[in-house]
């Protein structure tokens, strides 16, 4: 199985929240930051958020500022990104990407539809 597992996701109305997860616990090693891109049909991959480990706070894209919130558990070493008042422009498959401490290599989820209907 992938190390690093996406859930959550899913269609909501205009205006609606969902909560998406990315889980990092079958990594053993201590993780660096989890960052949130999203990517619509055609178009580039886009940073969304990023959340330094050590601090626990979260950097976010000016088009999702003030709408979603990043955050971490420590113990499940588990992000969770809470997107409220969404638009059909936050329409996209959203992944998230995990960078670890003492290696270059980072770890994709599987990435997780988000439909957004006017």
């Known amino acids: 199985q992938a190390q690093v597992i996406q859930s959550g996701g899913g269609s909501v109305q205009t205006g609606g929240s969902l909560r998406l997860s990315c889980a990092a616990s079958?990594?053993?090693?201590?993780?660096?930051?989890v960052t949130w891109f999203r990517q619509a049909p055609g178009l580039e991959r886009e940073f969304v958020s990023t959340?330094?480990?050590?601090?626990?706070?979260?950097y976010y894209a000016d088009s999702v500022k003030g709408r979603f919130t990043t955050s971490r558990d420590n113990a499940e070493k588990t992000v969770k990104l809470q997107m409220d008042s969404l638009t059909p422009e936050d329409t996209a498959v959203y992944y998230c990407?995990?960078?670890?401490?003492?290696?270059?290599?980072?770890?994709w989820g599987q990435g997780t539809q988000v439909t957004v209907s006017s």
């Open positions: 990407l995990v960078s670890v401490r003492g290696s270059a290599q980072q770890y």
């Open positions: 959340i330094p480990w050590s601090s626990g706070a979260a």
């Open positions: 079958e990594l053993t090693a201590d993780i660096y930051a």
